[in-house]
């Protein structure tokens, strides 16, 4: 255990997820020195807690970095051209994860706390992580056996969002360390409003969906209404309804969905030939949108008591138990019986910041801002375990 007040260092700080968490814990914590390169980013920082973060970390020298007891990161992943190739540092030279490691190997900190996405394990065949977790270990840090993968529906707050965590202890005592997390909750499979409250008065016209998209989900709420199959399975792909067979060029993959396709519309041959005539063949419809992706099974009966999300590979429409991930380029989540997307506030509520986290007045950049966030929530139930 630290005596006195921690004193912690933020780095890629982003909004500043790890410093709300930090404090909600240890209110009389003190962020000596933070770092965030992008200077709206830092602005908002800044804002909220006094600290001008706009600072680049590949050009800042650690030795004016004031001392401090713990390090806290959510890195940035860049992939490693010699992942495990070599030993030592060599491994990580030249990305950002070294300029943790010699700040580290500088300052010797009591505790870390690194943050990542999921797939960080999985990187390069294991490399990745392997060459992360050597770095640390040579300096000195235990971390547990097993990575610490979270997602914030695990306790409590209804969003898919697993990210993997890296706690360690500066110790020559032990050979890892095992933090005691609560029980994670049973995934919610409730009505997401149980658990969570929308805003009740939404005046910002920004958040509707346009009549575009309305047509779309009414469009496609009819097609899912009409068909004789209720568990779809594959994504629909209108434009291959009316295919005599899949193209033999197409990877074995894609010509069953192609397959599918093909049987969907002979089965429905009636319905949606009724169907595309009365929305004109589909010829207004974006490419995109002519994709249609049911993940409900057979729970749901319409579009508009679900989750729906205009994605790159089609319009998604997923259950109403969890948002989805939230990420930096959201695809704009769409309430299905409020017919429009989250607001910047419920989108706060979601990471765990407070009602009063003041961000850019910017919609858009705003949303950016918290999905590149840590969860405030997650951190605090790892960092409290780190310091006991």
């Known amino acids: 255990m630290i005596k006195g007040k921690i004193r912690f260092v933020d780095l890629f700080a982003g909004i500043g997820g790890f410093h709300q ?5 240890f209110p009389d914590a003190e962020c000596v020195w ?3 390169k992008d200077f709206v980013t830092a602005r908002v920082y800044k804002e909220n807690f006094g600290i001008d973060a706009y600072n680049d970390i590949t050009k800042f020298d650690e030795r004016e970095i004031p001392s401090f007891d713990l390090l806290c990161a959510g890195f940035p992943c860049q992939p490693f051209s010699k992942g495990g190739d070599q030993k030592g540092f060599d491994d990580i030279r030249g990305t950002l994860f070294f300029d943790i490691v010699r700040i580290l190997r500088y300052h010797k900190p ?4 690194l943050e990542n996405v999921a797939n960080l394990i999985n990187h390069d065949e294991g490399n990745t992580y392997k060459v992360i977790l050597k770095s640390l270990h040579e300096l000195g840090y235990v971390l547990p056996e097993n990575p610490i993968k979270i997602s914030p529906d695990e306790l409590g707050l209804p969003m898919q969002r697993p990210r993997v965590f890296l706690p360690g202890i500066l110790t020559n005592k032990l050979k890892s360390i095992n933090l005691i997390l609560p029980e994670k909750r049973a995934k919610i499979t409730n009505h997401i409003s149980d658990d969570f409250k929308f805003d009740e008065e939404v005046k910002d016209k920004s958040y509707n969906i346009s009549a575009y998209e309305k047509r779309i989900i009414k469009m496609w709420d009819q097609f899912y209404k009409g068909i004789n199959k209720k568990t779809i399975g594959f994504p629909v792909w209108y434009d ?3 295919y005599a067979a899949p193209p033999s060029h197409y990877p074995e993959w894609k010509q069953k969905f192609v397959e599918k396709n093909i049987s969907l519309y002979r089965e429905n041959k009636r319905f949606i030939d009724s169907w595309e005539k009365k929305y004109k063949n589909l010829n207004w419809v974006n490419n995109t ?3 249609f992706e049911w993940q409900c099974g057979t729970d749901y009966n319409s579009i508009y008591d679900c989750l729906i999300q205009f994605r790159p590979s089609g319009v998604r429409v997923k259950r109403p138990t969890n948002f989805s991930t939230l990420v930096a380029m959201n695809h704009g989540q769409i309430v299905g019986w409020l017919l429009r997307r ?3 506030n419920e989108v706060k509520q ?3 910041f407070p009602v009063g986290f003041k961000l850019e007045n910017t919609i858009p950049i705003s949303m950016k801002q918290l999905g590149n966030a840590v969860n405030v929530k997650v951190v605090e139930t790892i960092i409290s375990q780190i310091v006991k």
């Not at 009591?110 to 706390?113: A, D």
């Open 350 to 352: 979601l990471q765990g």
């Open 34 to 36: 933070a770092s965030e």
């Open 240 to 242: 291959y309804f009316k």
């Open 342 to 344: 989250l607001t910047v």
């Open 110 to 113: 009591k505790y870390i706390l």
């Open 289 to 291: 949108h002519r994709k």
């Open 21 to 25: 968490a930090i404090t909600n814990v």
